[in-house]
């Protein structure tokens, strides 16, 4: 069972990676999937994330105090509108725009309302 969290936590970590260059991915709920995974499969790996000086304090804000930094949200919310931009510009039909908005309207409600 160790070797099916490590294998989650390594591809978590990989997609966060790549999250912090392709813009409209996310970067922490990545680091902090592959935080839970290492927890159940690598001791080292989860010190190693957690203490790490880039990846480390997004993962220890929300662990601590659910906290989101003012700039991710910024980012989190200028992607999000990119998105829905993208959208409207592709002419999507307006059932799917009306989905798409009710979603990332939760999502942006989400992460304005942790706390900073």
């Given at each position: 069972m160790r070797f099916i969290w490590l294998f989650f936590g390594i591809l978590s970590?990989?997609?966060?990676?790549?999250?912090?260059?392709?813009?409209?991915?996310?970067?922490?709920?990545?680091l902090l999937l592959a935080t839970f995974c290492f927890a159940r499969s690598s001791e080292r790996l989860h010190h190693w994330l957690i203490t790490?000086?880039?990846l480390g304090p997004p993962i220890l804000h929300w662990q601590e105090n659910g906290a989101i930094h003012p700039?991710?949200?910024?980012l989190a919310t200028v992607s999000i509108l990119a998105v829905f931009g993208l959208s409207l510009a592709m002419?999507?039909?307006?059932?799917l725009l009306a989905l798409q908005a009710s979603i990332l309207s939760c999502v942006l409600?989400?992460?304005w309302s942790r706390p900073s």
């Open positions: 970590l990989l997609s966060g990676l790549i999250g912090t260059v392709v813009p409209l991915l996310p970067t922490v709920p990545f790490h000086p880039s700039r991710a949200k910024r002419g999507l039909s307006l059932g409600l989400f992460i």
